[in-house]
Nanobody, 129 residues
Framework: QSQLVESGGGPAQPGGSPRLSCAAS????????IGWFRQAPGKEREGVSC????????KYADSVKDRFSISRDNAKNTVYLQMNSLRPEDTAVYYC??????????????????????WGKGTLVTVPS
């Protein structure tokens, strides 16, 4: 069974630095770009960051640029999202997604989910105000 499982969420302090993990199984992990998306209460889902299949290219939303860092370990079938300088507005359920590769896919990875083959169930990060 193909799946993605997120972990590392929970209560966090403003200014904190938790790390989220996304573990994949059941499919060829390095055939996919991997994206992190989040959905805050009452808001639409938004793209946070994504990483190419080799890990050589990354992309970030303006709201997290210079605070979050995405990486992947293909030997472990895992993608990480290092979150630094957390803010209350980072409170959300964070999802990882396996996105198909096609010409221009990384440039669109934050703005489309039509290319997602697999979604995780999400992990909640809460940052009090």
């Amino acid at each position: 069974q193909s799946q993605l499982v997120e972990s590392g969420g929970g209560p966090a302090q403003p200014g904190g630095s938790p790390r989220l993990s996304c573990a994949a199984s059941g499919f060829t992990f390095d055939y996919y770009n991997i994206g992190w998306f989040r959905q805050a209460p009452g808001k639409e889902r938004e793209g946070v960051s994504c990483i190419s299949s080799t890990g050589g290219s990354t992309k970030y939303a303006d709201s997290v640029k210079d605070r979050f860092s995405i990486s992947r370990d293909n030997a472990k079938n895992t993608v990480y999202l290092q979150m630094n300088s957390l803010r209350p507005e980072d409170t959300a359920v964070y999802y990882c997604a396996a996105q198909r590769i096609y010409p221009g896919s990384l440039s669109r990875c934050l703005s489309t989910t039509n290319d997602v083959d697999y979604w995780g169930k999400g992990t909640l990060v809460t940052v009090p105000s």
